[in-house]
Each structure stands twice: as C-alpha cells, then as structure tokens.
C-alpha cells in the first residue's frame, strides 16, 4: 500500500508491538521503583511475563495463555509512577491530561476496592476514539512513597469487553515490596571508589566498578563513574619527540630541550568509555547528562559521526519527553529543556568553528542545522548557521539566516551590525545603512555602536537620514511573516494575499515568491507554483526549498523526469533534508525502480528517524524487492511510529506475512481490516487486491493469495 503524503503522529507506548512469543512462565511478577514496588498474580487463564516487556521498559506484562505480548488482542502491563509522583491524584491528574488529545476525557473511577494487603485502588476507564484506536483502562494504586498503575489494553471493543474484568482481578492480587536500597549501597561504592583512587589501587578499581553496575543497576553513577574512568586511562611516555599539546619538557643538565613527557590514551579505553555510556543511555535516557558526556567523549576521540547521531537520540527523546529529563545526580533541569539542549548543542558546534577548517567548519554547520530545525525559536542556531554562510561567502544565505535571528531578538546591536556587514559584501550599501542605522537605535553606546559610526560616514550617510524612495524591506517582511501564519492555520488564500503584498513591497523577495509558490501547490495551482518557485530559483540559485516545491509540483503535472532533476539539485544544496530523499524515493518506486527507492528511504530514515512515514514507503519497496523479512520490520516500526495509518500499515504488513510464508498472521491482519477505511477513504480490501495485481505484473506471487483474495471478495473462511 503505496503512502499518500501526510504528518506523522508518534505514539508514546506501543504496548501491543513484536517482542517474543509467550511462553508458560511463573504466574507472579515483580515491579520495583526507586521508592516502592509491588508483586502482582496473573489472573486463571492469563500469563505474566517478566521477559517480554524488558525492552519497552515494562518490567511486567500479561497475556492470556496460548497467546503472546506481540500478537493477543488484549495485554496488561504494570508499572511505578515516576519518582516525582508521590500521591496517586497528581499522577492521574497529569495522566489525564497528557492522554486528553488523544483519549479525549476518561471515565473516571468507574471501580474501586482494596489490594490484597489493603491498599485503595481505583480504575479509569479510556475509550477508542477517531484518533485512538485502542480501549483501555488503568487501574491506579497508592503505595506508600509512590503510585503503582496496572494498564489493560484491547485493540478492538469485543476484546476489552471480552476481557476488561481481568484488570480487577489482578489489581486484588496486589501487595507493596519495600524498594530495594540501591541508592544507598550506590553511594558505599562511589565511596570504596574514590578510596581506591587515592590509594592507587589500579588492580582492584575495575572488579569493584564491574561489581557495582551488578549490584546497583538502577545507579546511573555506576556506569557513569565507570565510564569516565576508562575515558580517563592515560600511560605515560618518555621520548625524545618535539612538544606536543598538554606534553611536559624534558631539559638536559645545561637546560637545552632533550624530549617531552606525553600521556597518552590507552589502547582501548575510548571505546571501552563510550560503549558504557551508550549503554547508559538506554537505561536511563532521561539523563541528559549521560547524553552529553557520551557527545562530548565521542567529540575528543575525534569520533564526529557518532557524536552527531548522538545529539540527534538525545534531541529526539528530549522532544518526546521534555519533562522528564534530569541533569547531574538525577536533578530535575534547572532551565526548560527548549533552552538547555539548544545551548548545549551551540556550544558543541562552537568546539568546531574555533578550529578554523572547512572540514570542522562542515561540522559546526550539521550540529547548528540539527539545532535549528529541532529547536527554531533559538536565536544562537540561526546565528551559528548565518556565521558558517559567512564563512562560505555565501552572503545571501547569511543574511538570510541572521534575519531569522533577528526575528527572534529584534534588540540584538550584534545581529543587526553583522546583517550590515553582509549586506556590504553584496554592494547593498542601502541595506547596509538600514542595519547600521537600527543597529545604532538599539544602543548608541553598545560594543558595535562605534563601529556603526564609522561605517556610515564611509558610507556618507547619516544615522537620522532616512531615503523613503528604498524598497521597504521591514514591511515586506512583516507580510511574509504574516502569510507564513496563516498557511499554518490553513488560510490558504490569505497567505497567498500576504505574500504578494511583501512582493509588491519588494519585488526581489525571494523568500515570498517561494512560499507562494508552497501555497499554490496546496491549492492545486500546480502552474502557478512552478512560476513563483521559477523567479525564486532566478533570484537566488542555490534556493534548495524552491527547487524541491517545484519538484512537487512538476509530479503533479505528470513531469516526474523534471521532478528528479529538481530533486537532485535540491539535495545536492541541502543533503539534510530527509523528504526530499523521501520523494525521490516515491517517484523512483514508481518507475519500479525499487533498489534506488530504498536506497533513498533509506537515507530519509537516517536523517528523520521518527517519521513513520519513511518506514512504510521503505516497507512497499521490500516487497518488490522480494525482501519479506526486512519489510515487516519496516511495517512494524512504521506502525510504532504512525498509528493514525494503521490500516494501510497493517496492509503492507499482511503482505510481509503473506510472503514471509506467516499465513495465520497475514490471515489475521487481512480479516482484521477487511471493512476499514484508509486514512484517504479508500476501501482496505479492494487496495489489497490493486496490490496483488501490482505484485502479480511484478513477477511476485504466493500460492496464499487466492486464499486471501476469497477472504477479502466472500464471507466464508479460506481452508
């Protein structure tokens, strides 16, 4: 099933996702929490599981018997509250509210009753709505020191009704466990550690470290202390070699320089360091601490791609989880997490632009774009970018860039005295007075003020003076900041007002003639689109996002051959943007060019790995390229990622099954959908059978799919 264009929705729990197959395991379970836990019983004909969930981070899940935690239609899984919900009514109030936009309002406290050593539960119920297919209910436990939660969740209504009763009888089978004392045993090894390093016990630091990320596994400081201690391993070397940076002279007896004294790393200690962090980083991803000395290890190893895709795991779970995230010793950040990780990722990229190279001049440039595409209301990413472009005198780019800044901190003298200084290297003398003049307004006695003086004298102009006959540039901006609101509300032909008003005020404004051409191509004025995009591209040639809108619109006209070729101009400007890849991917599979399209899709996942879409169009063209296994595994992720395209997810899914010779689970999935819609109104069943004739043109058939084609045109069961 071929995917439509569309936002991608991520989906915070995915409890019903592919782990292992159930097994008979003991019927009981324990879950811990830094300050209490709970054993729980499976109720009779259920399993539960302590297994199956480890990776989900759910130390408990239940079944019924004979079924699995990937494939049952119902599951449970238990869990503690985090730490900082100590009292079960603040829990279930930021549970409600988190859950509202996609739940909508639950039924609240629809059962109640005692634990089995006594303690109150209560239970909520969450129904399926138009955007959330599953029906669940929680049943929630005060605990001293914290809040145990116990989630059923169904994918159908027959199911939950079927099974809901189930919550109950576990929720009676309950009883509190004292936490374990880790934190304490955790600070006995933090202090046998630093004993040991004064007393320069080498040969027993390592044991003891091993021992405690054993016996403290919930102790980030173990893995911590462990890792920086490998990353800290230095032998000492004596040679008669010229002065090295950090090196310590060696002197002869009449003073003249005979070698130097280095320390360098050993042998295996970086990797040793950084394997341990990364491994951190799964436990204990809301340490935003642990994220940042992995980066940093990875950076002073010389280690940049893995540094970069570690900036991008921390920026994508930080997204996900803004307010979860801890610094040092597990403290709550001092600082929203929209401030904090974009200054830490400025000051990674700054690391870069002081070593003054093109190759960490590169560098610098992924980590700001990283930065200014996850967090654009930064001022310092737009500024970083515009100083790499100044860098590359590409000045229009620069401009471009520090006017996004300015729109951000419209007071900055510094910004407003660098938009000058471009605006010079292009001969734009008007527009370099303007940012002088603004530049001069905003402080008469700031760093750049004297610099804005002498300037404008060179320039024979003063502050004061204005010229009224210059193209409004201020004004013309204000509409194209204001058209790019409305397109965002869906005031299409209101931006597209907006944008020819800032054209009128300023017929060089690239900038407007490609968001009108954005917002022709909504509207269907593929035409139209293609001419704004065309004066784009001639006012600024290397316009990246004017060549990839105009690709749109030349597919939508049916010119796929000149799309490519914008395509391919597009990400030769801009190799980061992952849907451009994306597209090209789309057109590539249609010219039943399958290994170029997951070549692409492949490389859109790597820049964007959260975007389900990328997953299911990379899960289509496995199928033609005869690899079931491998687009199941693109179906399934693209389902974690995109559950509002269940339906036509699950289609590519049954056809992994199918051919992956899984006939029960294609069968399943085929008659689980037979009578859904796709998200764009198209029938399931008459798509899967396009899609058959798709295959069969393709050279690509099963002996099954006649089975499923009389599922899928009749009522009666394939034998």
């Known amino acids: 099933m071929k995917t439509k264009i569309c936002p991608i929705v991520l989906l915070a729990v995915s409890a019903l996702s592919p782990i292992l197959l159930g097994q008979e395991t003991p019927r009981g379970g324990i879950v811990n929490g830094p300050k209490a836990g709970f054993n729980i019983a499976a109720p009779d004909g259920w399993v539960a599981d302590t297994e199956s969930g480890k990776h989900q ?32 009514n603040a829990f279930v109030e930021m549970a409600i509210k988190e859950m509202k936009a996609k739940h909508g ?26 955007t959330y297919s599953q029906w669940e209910r929680v049943g ?86 462990s890792a920086n201690y490998y990353f800290n391993q230095r032998q000492t070397n004596i040679s008669p070699k010229k002065l090295g940076p950090g090196d310590i002279t060696l002197t002869d007896k009449k003073g003249k320089i005979a070698g130097s004294i280095s320390f360098e790393q050993v042998e295996g200690s970086i990797k040793r360091a950084t394997d341990l962090l990364e491994e951190a980083t799964t436990k204990f991803p809301d340490h935003l601490d642990i994220w940042c000395g992995l980066a940093f290890m990875y ?21 996900e989880h803004p307010a979860q995230l801890k610094w040092l010793k597990g403290e709550p950040l001092s600082e929203p997490a929209d401030k904090v990780i974009p200054e830490k990722l400025h000051d990674y990229g700054l690391y870069y632009e002081r070593k003054e190279n093109a190759e960490d001049a590169e560098r610098w440039f992924q980590i700001s774009t990283l930065a200014s595409q996850q967090y654009p209301s930064h001022v310092n990413a737009w500024i970083d970018i515009g100083g790499y472009y100044a860098d590359m005198s590409e000045w229009k780019k620069a401009i471009e860039s520090f006017e996004k800044a300015r729109a951000l901190n419209p007071k900055s003298q510094m910004i407003l005295v660098n938009l000058a200084r471009f605006s010079l290297e292009l001969k734009d003398n008007a527009g370099a007075r ?68 800032a054209i009128e005020l300023d017929p060089r404004h690239t900038i407007s003639y490609n968001n009108r051409g954005a917002e022709k191509l ?47 101009r597009a990400i030769k400007l801009n190799p980061e943007d992952a849907s451009a890849y994306d597209f090209r991917g789309e057109i590539e599979a249609r010219k039943k060019q399958y290994a170029a399209a997951i070549k692409d899709e492949q490389k859109a996942i790597e820049l964007d790995p959260k975007n389900g879409r990328y997953y299911s169009n990379l899960g289509w063209c496995e199928l033609f390229n005869r690899k079931p296994h491998e687009s199941i595994a693109a179906s399934l992720k693209a389902l974690e990622l995109s559950p509002d395209k269940a339906v036509m997810i699950r289609g590519n899914l049954a056809h992994g099954y199918l051919f992956d010779n899984q006939f029960e689970k294609a069968k399943a999935l085929y008659l689980e959908n037979k009578d859904a819609k796709l998200h764009d109104g198209r029938a399931f069943s008459q798509v899967v059978l396009d899609d058959f004739k798709d295959f069969q043109e393709a050279g690509i058939t099963h002996p099954d799919m006649e089975k499923i084609k009389a599922l899928l045109t009749t009522e009666a069961e394939a034998r």
């Open 299 to 319: 950076q002073e190893s010389g280690d940049f791609d893995n540094e970069l895709a570690t900036l991008k795991k921390m920026v994508a779970y930080a997204r």
């Open 140 to 225: 929630y436990v005060q605990l001293p020191q914290g809040v145990a939660y116990i989630v059923l969740t169904s994918r159908d209504k027959a199911s939950y009704q079927k099974d809901s009763g189930a919550l109950e009888k576990v929720l009676k089978t309950l009883v509190y466990v004292e936490p374990k004392s880790e934190a304490a045993s955790g600070q006995e090894y933090a202090h046998r550690y630093r004993q040991l390093l004064d007393q320069h016990a080498e040969g027993q630091i390592e044991p003891l470290l091993t021992e405690w990320r054993e016996k403290a596994p919930d102790d980030s400081d173990a893995w911590i202390t």
């Open 105 to 130: 309002t639950p039924k609240e406290k629809i059962a109640s009753g005692k634990t089995k050593d006594g303690h109150d539960y209560f239970i909520n119920e969450y129904p399926a709505t138009k």
């Open 57 to 88: 981070d759910l130390p408990c899940v239940l079944y019924p018997k004979g079924e699995s935690w990937a494939d049952a239609k119902t599951v449970m899984y238990a869990k503690m509250a985090s730490p900082q919900y100590e009292g079960v």
């Open 522 to 568: 909504k509207k269907g004025d593929f035409d139209g689109a293609i001419t704004d995009c065309n004066r784009a591209i001639e006012l600024d040639p290397e316009y990246a996002d004017a060549y990839a809108i105009r690709a749109y619109a030349k597919d939508k006209t049916g010119d796929s051959d000149g799309a490519m070729a914008d395509l391919e």
């Open 434 to 501: 303007k940012y002088f003049e603004e530049g001069l307004k905003v402080d008469p006695k700031g760093d750049y003020a004297q610099e804005a003086k002498e300037a404008l004298r060179k320039l024979k102009k003063k502050p004061e003076d204005r010229q009224a006959s210059q193209p409004n540039l201020k004004e013309a901006n204000a509409y194209n900041e204001r058209g790019i609101a409305k397109g965002v509300k869906g005031d299409i032909d209101g931006a597209i007002a907006d944008y020819t008003r």
